[in-house]
C-alpha cells in the first residue's frame, strides 16, 4: 500500500495536499515548525523537525512511508539534503515538486550571488535602503553593514528583537501584487532589493516592481543539492505516484 510524506510548507505543497486529499490518498504532511500560524491542510497533519537524516530515515520506517514528496522550499536545503538521505536508506521513492528558478528578463538589473555572505558584500558602501526579501532565518549577516536601512516583509510578528539596528518589520502573506510591491518600495524609498531565487509567482511581483523602477536586485543562487528526481508541476507528481504504484513500489 501506498503510504506518503509530504514535506511541506510553500503553496504548491498546499496545492499538493489538496490534490493528494481529493484523490483519497493515504498522506501525512509535514511543517518544518518555523510559521506560528501555519496554512491549514486538508491531511493529517505533524509539525517539527525529524532529528537529521537518521531521524527521518527512523520516522520513514515507523510511519511505513513508501513515497516521500520534498514541496519543500527551494532554499530549505537541510530538509532537502535529509529527505534523499533518508530514502536511499529505506528505500522510500522521492520526489521534488520544485519551482523553476526566476530567469531575468529585459530591464532587470540583477546582480547574482552565490550565498548570503555574498549578498552581504554586494552591497554598496554608502548607506542606502534596502528591501531585504529574504524571510527571517538569515538577517544577522547583514549587520556588517550597519550603515543601511533595512525593510523587511516576514509572515509572522519578529518575537525578538531583529538583529539589525536599523531595520522596520512589515507583516504580511503572498501572493504579492506588483501594484503592491511598487508601492511598498516608492513608499518606503527602497533603493536596492536582496532576494533569493525561490521561483514562482507568489512572490515574483518584487522583481517585476524592481524592474519598472530601475531598480538593482541583488540575486542569492539556489543551494546545490544532490541529483533527485524532480517535477515541476502537480500533475508530474500525480503521475509519478500512479506509475509507482503500479509497479508495486
Not at 530601475?214 to 524532480?230: F, H, N, Q, S, T
Request: glycine share 10%; hydrophobic share 50%; proline share 8%.
Amino acid at each position: 500500500m501506498t503510504r506518503i510524506l509530504l514535506l511541506g510548507g510553500t503553496g504548491e505543497a498546499s496545492q499538493m495536499a489538496r490534490a493528494l486529499a481529493e484523490r483519497g490518498a493515504d498522506a501525512i504532511y509535514s511543517y518544518a515548525g518555523r510559521t506560528e500560524k501555519p496554512v491549514a491542510q486538508p491531511l493529517p497533519t505533524r509539525v517539527g523537525g525529524f532529528g537529521g537524516p537518521a531521524g527521518l530515515a527512523e520516522w520513514i520506517r515507523a510511519h511505513g512511508i513508501t513515497h516521500v514528496i520534498d514541496a519543500t522550499h527551494p532554499f530549505a536545503a537541510r530538509i532537502s539534503r535529509n529527505a534523499i538521505a533518508a530514502c536511499a536508506a529505506t528505500g522510500a521513492e522521492l520526489i521534488a515538486l520544485e519551482r523553476a528558478p526566476w530567469v531575468a528578463r529585459a530591464g532587470d538589473r540583477w546582480i547574482h550571488v552565490p550565498d548570503i555572505d555574498g549578498a552581504v558584500a554586494a552591497l554598496p558602501e554608502s548607506p542606502a535602503r534596502v528591501f531585504l526579501a529574504i524571510g527571517r532565518q538569515n538577517l544577522a549577516p547583514f549587520a556588517a553593514r550597519p550603515q543601511h536601512h533595512y525593510l523587511l516583509r516576514l509572515v509572522d510578528e519578529p518575537s525578538a528583537p531583529l538583529p539589525l539596528p536599523r531595520a522596520k518589520a512589515v507583516i504580511a502573506r503572498g501572493p504579492f501584487t506588483i501594484e503592491g510591491d511598487m508601492a511598498l518600495l516608492r513608499d518606503h524609498r527602497i533603493g536596492w532589493i536582496v532576494a533569493k531565487n525561490a521561483g514562482g509567482a507568489g512572490a515574483r511581483a518584487k522583481l517585476d516592481a524592481a524592474r519598472a523602477l530601475g531598480l538593482p536586485v541583488v540575486m542569492i543562487d539556489r543551494p546545490a543539492l544532490p541529483p533527485r528526481p524532480v517535477a515541476r508541476s502537480i500533475a508530474e507528481v500525480m503521475d509519478w505516484l500512479a506509475h509507482s504504484a503500479r509497479l508495486g513500489v
